[in-house]
């Protein structure tokens, strides 16, 4: 189960977040930190204990000039979460053109509803790209017609 999702700059300023559990979100900027100076291959993914004292497995990748960290279950399947993130990214850069951090910015709202056409209460629900660019482009279109 994904607990959160955090999409970061370089700096770690947040440009999306997630969180499907009730704890309070870690600190972006320290996760980030870590997950930068264990940045090896044996080393990512690592676990963490956060709020709470559950531990957590930190997921970890950068695409340009973006980081997304997933905080996920222990237990669960690595590789899939890291499927997970280049899927997020390919719809995202679908629907963007080729997405970037101003993307994110400014379409803030358009970015959680791709992802929340995803993921439901923390677990993947739907991969297929077309399927949850959809909504949104039947959404954009009702839009364009009312402006």
Avoid: W
């Amino acid at each position: 189960m994904i607990e959160f999702l955090l999409v970061c700059n370089k700096t770690g300023a947040v440009r999306v977040s997630r969180s499907y559990t009730t704890r309070p979100l870690p600190d972006p900027r320290a996760i980030l930190h870590d997950c930068l100076k264990r940045n090896t291959p044996n080393q990512c993914p690592h676990f963490m204990t956060i709020d709470g004292g559950k531990e957590v497995r930190i997921i970890f990748r950068q695409y340009a000039s973006l980081f997304f960290v997933l905080g996920v279950s222990p237990d669960d399947n690595v590789m899939a979460y890291f499927a997970f993130i280049h899927n997020l990214v390919e719809t995202l850069n679908s629907y963007f053109s080729n997405v970037c951090e101003l993307d994110l910015m400014h379409n803030v709202e358009r970015a959680h509803m791709i992802l929340d056409e995803i993921v439901v209460n923390g677990f993947i629900t739907e991969s297929n790209r077309s399927r949850v660019l959809a909504p949104i482009a039947i959404l954009d279109k009702t839009v364009d017609k009312v402006s």
